[in-house]
Every structure is written in C-alpha cells, then in structure tokens.
T-cell receptor, first 112, second 113 residues
Framework: EADIYQTPRYLVIGTGKKITLECSQT?????MYWYQQDPGMELHLIHY???????EKGDLSSESTVSRIRTEHFPLTLESARPSHTSQYLC?????FGSGYTFGSGTRLTVV | QKEVEQDPGPLSVPEGAIVSLNCTYS??????FMWYRQYSRKGPELLMY????GNKEDGRFTAQVDKSSKYISLFIRDSQPSDSATYLC?????????????FGKGTRLSVIA
C-alpha cells in the first residue's frame, strides 16, 4: 500500500543529543518536505527536496539538516537538541510541487 | 502581515449544522487552494483542491475561492461528530514558480452530538 512512514512516533531526549527523524514514502514521489507544527500555529517549512541529491532550506532550517540519497528516504537531523526543538515534526511528499501532499503521522519530539 | 490568515477557533457546532471555515491571504500570485483535515495525533489529509476562482463540491463539502477578495471558504453541510478535527487551508502560486504550500494556522472544529 502506498504510504508515507515516520519513525519514531514519539521521542523524549536530553539536551545536546544528536537525533535523526526518519521519513520514507512508497509512492515514488520526487518532492518531499519537512514541516514543524506547534499547537495553534501554522505549519512551518523546515526543508524540502526536488529529488535525489537536491535539498532546499525553508523558514526554520538553521538548526537542522536533511539528506536525499534515495527517492523514498528523507531523514531530518538535529545535531544538538534543545528544549526549543520540542514540537511535532511532519514529513510529506507530493508528485509535483504544490499539488496535494501526503503527510506522515508525525514525530512528537520532547527535549528535556 | 502573514501570507495566510486563519482564525484558529475553536469552533463548536451542533450536529447537523452548516459549518463555514475561512482563510484570507495577501499574495495575489496564489493560484492553487487546498483544504486539509487533521485529526488529533495524525498528519493532515487532503480534503479539497481548487484552482483559481470558483466553487468545487464533493459530497457534504464545498470549497469556494474569491480571488478578487483574496478569500477562500470551506462549507460543511449536515455536519457530523466525525467531522470534529482541525481544518487547515493551504495555497501556492501557479506557473513555473514551483514553491511549497503555505499553510494557515488551522481552525479546530467540534461537532457536538
């Protein structure tokens, strides 16, 4: 079944740790995105990708990095987690830019 | 000024009511307009997709776009408790300007049985 998967669903981690949030999709979509979502706030774009070996920064990218070595895989890495990173992280993919996105269920991150 | 404005609510209505959800935007280049529904602890799912101005209907849902007023709406008829969710509007420009979607804050809707 075509879908987009995010792991882990929930993560509690200490300040200063390096973490990688995983995102994989089985639809063969070229475009992939990472958004941060806080309660009552807009989805903020962190990073996006046109395709393999192509990544771009969004509004909130300065403290994280991404890679796109395979079409189906788009991991997000925080080099040094801080309490301000506590949020929900949503991964999405689309066939073309701006068309309907398919979202994963999200990773809820808590940094203590 | 934010590109997309959406009242976060919460909005509470009785079962069977007609619900009206709205967004305004400032970027006249926006051409594609979408509504997403997000249940608690889930990712958003695409509900309606419209291009440029006009109406689109799908079952109990109707999306309207008024580009002259930079205003979009989602109407839900005969609302059900299962419609209780957060509804996010999203939009982007057209043409070759391939840019990601810009989202509103979302409106939290509760339909009371």
């Amino acid at each position: 079944e075509a879908d987009i998967y995010q792991t882990p669903r929930y993560l509690v981690i200490g300040t200063g740790k390096k973490i990688t949030l995983e995102c994989s999709q089985t639809m063969g979509h070229d475009k992939m995105y990472w958004y941060q979502q806080d309660p009552g706030m807009e989805l903020h774009l962190i990073h996006y990708s046109y395709g393999v070996n192509s990544t771009e920064k969004g509004d909130l990218s300065s403290e994280s990095t991404v890679s796109r070595i395979r079409t189906e895989h788009f991991p997000l890495t925080l080099e040094s987690a801080r309490p301000s990173h506590t949020s929900q992280y949503l991964c999405a993919s689309s066939e073309v830019f701006g068309s309907g996105y398919t979202f994963g269920s999200g990773t809820r991150l808590t940094v203590v | 000024q934010k590109e997309v404005e959406q009242d976060p609510g919460p909005l509470s209505v009785p079962e069977g009511a007609i619900v009206s959800l709205n967004c305004t935007y400032s970027n006249s280049a926006f051409q594609y307009f979408m509504w997403y529904r997000q249940y608690s602890r889930k990712g958003p799912e695409l509900l309606m997709y419209t291009y440029s101005s006009g109406n689109k209907e799908d079952g109990r849902f109707t999306a309207q776009v008024d580009k002259s007023s930079k205003y979009i709406s989602l109407f839900i008829r005969d609302s059900q408790p299962s419609d209780s969710a957060t509804y996010l509007c999203a939009m982007r420009g057209g043409g070759s300007g391939n840019t990601p979607l810009v989202f509103g804050k979302g409106t939290r809707l509760s339909v009371i049985a």
